[in-house]
């Protein structure tokens, strides 16, 4: 066992547990329902991060390994086309079996497989780079498994809450720009951590001169626009953006609630008055951009946002399932204006994991920054998430950006 391999199967065992934590507080009803096409069910969660690692690395890389049950394999495969048929993602919430339980077994299996694989002879580099892949896209689950939860219990007609204790009153901050200047900047992977594909090679990108707030955008920012008619006027927004309001009837971010002339806003805990200097969150890249246009200002560039986080020391935010801090780091994901491309050079994953990034380099936007239900050790400023612009159930914020001379 190399010291890759402890260090691997330390990672490994801490972040299994990490989601199932996440999970603990759910009722069993609460594990198997989709009430949106894009909003996965717990469960399901569950099994398909445990699929990746039966796929990529124990078939093939452990010579006795026996799959835990055949149908697994078409049942948790997201979207890979080269393992073979998988269940539509919009029919995810239609299975009731395999059972909670019976997942639960199916985690167990794995992690036994997995620890006797780690604490085999020594594995190849490459198979150790699976497995921290691996590792990671299951971090990457458990952000979307809060956003999953967070809409699976914002749906109910009673009162439901995923944390019982409030969080705190979030600060009034000052705002200011931070300046920088024309010239030639490094992007992407710095090589000091782990990373996807997506966020390589480290590339030169010429910035003109531009400015970024320090502050994320509030809820009391935004509640001016909506004060001032800003989702009625056609003029800030771009033609699919408006064609999405009008189409949706949409009026405020996700999950704002007018109730009797008061402003309140779900919350992993529960229903709670706006607080209108929390940072804003769950909205549209539709919304971020005619927010900005609004404001005579402008989304940043995935570039510009990159350079601003290397550059600019934010506070440190507090543990919270709610963003509570305006000019925190890693309160909510930003939309930029960039949309999701290869990078100048980009070569995909091998194998299986090929299909993990670049197929979706296509009409989605880049946001940046994390969110705080980024779990720790997952986030690096080069980090490239992505959503469709009318998407809005992630922790998504804005973070203003200008031109200066
Ligand atoms: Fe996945």
């Avoid at 008061?262 to 969150?281: A, F, K, R, S």
């Avoid at 506070?315 to 919270?320: K, L, T």
């Amino acid at each position: 066992m190399t010291a890759k391999q402890v260090a691997l199967s330390q990672l490994f065992k801490t972040v299994r547990t990490a989601t199932v934590n996440i999970c603990n507080g759910l009722a069993n009803e609460d594990f198997g329902i989709q009430p949106a096409p894009e909003v996965s069910p717990p469960k399901w969660h569950l099994g398909h991060t445990s699929w990746l690692f039966e796929e990529a690395i124990l078939a093939p890389f452990k010579t006795d390994y026996k799959p835990f049950n055949p149908h697994y394999q078409t049942l948790f495969n997201s979207y890979y086309k080269a393992v073979g048929p998988h269940t539509l993602q919009s029919k995810r919430g239609d299975l009731s079996r395999p059972t909670v339980d019976e997942v639960m077994q199916y985690r167990a299996h794995i992690d036994a497989a997995m620890h006797a694989l780690l604490t085999s002879s020594a594995l190849s580099d490459n198979t150790c780079a699976l497995i921290e892949t691996a590792i990671h896209h299951e971090q990457q689950h458990q952000e979307l498994l809060y956003m999953d939860i967070k809409y699976i219990l914002a749906s109910n007609a009673i009162p439901t809450t995923y944390q019982a204790s409030a969080p705190t009153s979030a600060p009034t901050i000052q705002t200011s720009w931070a300046h920088f200047e024309e010239g030639l900047v490094d992007i992407g992977d710095t090589g000091h951590a782990f990373a996807y594909d997506n966020e390589r090679p480290t590339h030169k990108h010429y910035l003109y001169p531009f400015a970024i707030n320090q502050a994320l955008v509030t809820n009391g920012d935004f509640l001016a626009f909506i004060e001032n008619q800003g989702y009625q006027q056609a003029q800030y927004w771009l033609s699919q953006g408006w064609d999405w309001v009008t189409k949706h009837h949409i009026q405020q971010p996700l999950y704002w609630r007018l109730i009797d002339d008061q402003w309140y806003e779900y919350t992993l805990y529960g229903l709670l008055p706006l607080d209108l200097n929390q940072p804003l969150v769950h909205i549209s890249y539709f919304e971020a951009d005619a927010f900005a246009k609004w404001k005579g200002l402008r989304l940043p560039t995935e570039q510009e946002l990159e350079v601003f986080l290397n550059r600019t020391q934010l506070e440190a935010g507090s543990d919270s399932y709610h963003p509570n801090h305006a000019q925190a780091a890693e309160q909510v994901w930003c939309w930029t204006a960039s949309q999701y491309m290869p990078y100048p050079r980009y070569k995909a994953f091998d194998g299986l994991l090929k299909e993990y990034n670049g197929k979706f380099m296509c009409n989605q936007f880049v946001l940046r920054g994390g969110c705080i239900v980024t779990p720790q050790g997952h986030y690096r400023h080069s980090y490239r998430n992505f959503y469709l612009p009318e998407q809005r159930w992630m922790f998504s914020g804005i973070r203003l950006a200008k031109d200066i001379t």
